[in-house]
């Protein structure tokens, strides 16, 4: 029996050491291969080759000044590619592997395709803790860019079903790892000048700034682009969404948080961290079913609560 499955040439790569190898044989040959991460699927191509990171931004309709995410395997590989400080080294120690991407001035000799960071002097790096994931960076031993994997603008994916819905096609492989346990994207954090909160995501500020000792400045809609995921209008799905809603309109359906009757229930338990795991799959399965419109309940604005709250802010922004 074959370890890949085909589908209009886009393969189903099993969490296994040939689907690892032969997903980093696809990015070597300049391939797309969707991997999962802790926070959500990425569309991953190789950072050092033009053609490969233009055919993200074709597969995705991603706007060309909106950098990329440059996945690491280690600390080591970051070096290559970003100057490296102090303060990096503090909050690498502490959230790294994890959901947690640093901005650091590239170096002049980082070898990147220009592609990757819009023509900014900066870069973003993470190091994921997704198993699969480390093992596809060590085994490719090089620089993946790797924005979601999702039509840009739409709904991310947390499974290969959702990936495969929204990319089949258009991308060589989808490495199937289940579940992303996280469920939003990475904090993004920015250390090329005063510690700054470009997006909020799976590390809390809150943690951030007792890591650095200082308080952070936050990035405010409508700055300049400065970090992926900074667009206003983001993570929408095809209906439009409501904020805060007490209770239903005509052709709605309900996200719900907390005991309450509702659709779908991001936790009934009030669990941030649990609501964060469902977000982007409650909206996905809501979006399914047709509705006008999706109703969504208020969301604590603090810790996890930041994160879902600001994808659900660009989820409901126009379009």
Not at 2 to 23: K, Y
Not at 67 to 96: C, G, N, T
Not at 132 to 139: K, Y
Not at 170 to 198: F, H, M, N
Request: proline share 8%; with cysteine.
């Amino acid at each position: 029996m074959s370890n890949t499955q085909s589908s209009d040439s886009t393969e189903t790569l099993p969490d296994s050491a040939d689907g690892v190898a032969r997903a980093a044989a696809l990015l070597a040959a300049g391939g797309l291969v969707a991997m999962p991460t802790e926070t959500v699927y990425g569309l991953a191509a190789d950072a050092r080759k033009d053609r490969a990171v233009a055919r993200i931004f074709n597969a995705k309709g991603r706007p060309r000044f909106n950098p990329l995410i440059v996945h690491v395997a280690d600390v080591e590989m970051a070096k290559r590619y970003v100057e490296w400080s102090s303060l990096a080294d503090r909050v690498a120690q502490a959230f790294w592997p994890g959901a947690l991407t640093l901005v650091l001035p590239l170096r002049t000799d980082s070898g990147l395709s220009p592609l990757v960071t819009a023509d900014l002097p900066t870069l973003a790096v993470r190091m994921p803790a997704h198993p699969l994931a480390q093992d596809l960076l060590r085994l490719f031993d090089g620089p993946v860019a790797a924005p979601s994997a999702n039509p840009s603008g739409k709904i991310s994916p947390t499974t290969a079903d959702h990936v495969a819905a929204g990319l089949t096609g258009r991308i060589e492989g989808i490495l199937d790892g289940g579940p992303c346990p996280v469920g939003v994207e990475s904090t993004i954090l920015g250390l090329s000048g005063t510690p700054t909160l470009l997006r909020p995501g799976g590390i809390p500020q809150e943690a951030l700034e007792q890591c650095l000792g200082q308080p952070l400045e936050v990035y405010q809609n409508g700055d300049a682009l400065t970090a992926p995921g900074q667009m206003t209008s983001h993570y929408a799905p095809g209906a439009s969404v409501r904020l805060n809603a007490d209770a239903l309109a005509e052709g709605e359906v309900m996200l719900g948080f907390g005991a309450m009757e509702c659709t779908l229930n991001l936790s009934p338990a009030g669990d941030l961290v649990e609501a964060a795991a469902n977000l982007f799959g409650h909206l996905h399965a809501l979006d399914a079913m047709g509705p006008e419109g999706i109703a969504v309940a208020p969301i604590p604005e603090t810790g996890l609560g930041r994160a879902i709250n600001d994808r659900l802010r660009r989820a409901a922004a126009p379009r």
